[in-house]
């Protein structure tokens, strides 16, 4: 079965750090992948989109995400964290029956 | 402004009531979904509908009945509501089905069932 794995459920980061937050997929084909971020008592916001072309995709916010096919990864990256980067992050893949299936989420920390 | 609204943000009800959630984007969009986030943040899709046609429902108890009146909206019932039924639930939607990965959320609607 198709699925999403964010193996970290919550990350610490000192303010001004790097980040990189992990996600894993299971799939047939080359999905299409996402990342979402949740502020607290917020909805989800798309950060950035992988679709295919260039494996290094851009998004908002100052984060990027490369797409590697042979460690099945899509993992999110920022070179220095703010204070306000810290809510709850998805990685997400897109099924082809019209389903995005979420993975369980980390919870980004950002210490002072 | 708001391209996908969800009233009300908060519900707190008692188990066995009957409860709506309503959904609302003005981004002209043909397809609409809902979804639920446990208490451990897990979101998984409940249900799809496209030009008011539902097209995936996934495995949730009869108790809930979504409804697509028009385009715009799509509202969710829940009967006998109980309490493993608190949790946020989350209305998106996308332009075309055929575009089905560029969703838009709402806020959300926090229910907590006493």
């Known amino acids: 079965a198709q699925s999403v794995t964010q193996p970290d459920i919550h990350i610490t980061v000192s303010e001004g750090a790097s980040l990189e937050l992990r996600c894993n997929y299971s799939?047939?084909?080359?999905?299409?992948l996402f990342w979402y971020v949740q502020s607290p008592g917020q909805g989800l916001q798309l950060l950035l989109k992988?679709?295919?072309?260039?494996?290094l995709v851009q998004g908002i916010k100052g984060f990027e995400a490369e797409f590697k096919r042979s460690q099945s990864s899509f993992n999110l990256r920022k070179p220095s964290v703010h204070w306000s980067d810290a809510a709850e992050y998805f990685c997400a893949a897109y099924n082809q029956g019209g389903k995005l299936i979420f993975g369980q989420g980390t919870e980004l920390s950002v210490k002072p | 402004d708001t391209a996908v609204s969800q009233t009300p943000k908060y519900l707190v009800t008692q188990m066995g009531n009957d409860k709506s959630i309503k959904c609302e984007q003005n981004?002209?969009?043909?397809?609409m979904y809902w979804y639920k986030q446990d208490s451990k943040k897990f979101l998984k899709i409940m249900f799809s509908?496209?030009?008011?046609?539902?097209?995936i429902n996934e495995t949730v108890p009869n108790r809930f009945s979504p409804k697509s009146p028009d385009k715009a909206h799509l509202n969710l019932h829940i009967n006998s509501l109980e309490l493993g039924d608190s949790a946020v639930y989350f209305c998106a939607s996308t332009q075309r089905w055929g575009d089905s990965y560029e969703q838009y959320f709402g806020p959300g609607t926090r229910l907590t069932v006493t």
């Open positions: 981004l002209g969009h043909d397809t």
């Open positions: 799939y047939g084909a080359t999905p299409y």
């Open positions: 992988y679709f295919s072309g260039d494996t």
């Open positions: 509908y496209n030009n008011k046609e539902l097209i």
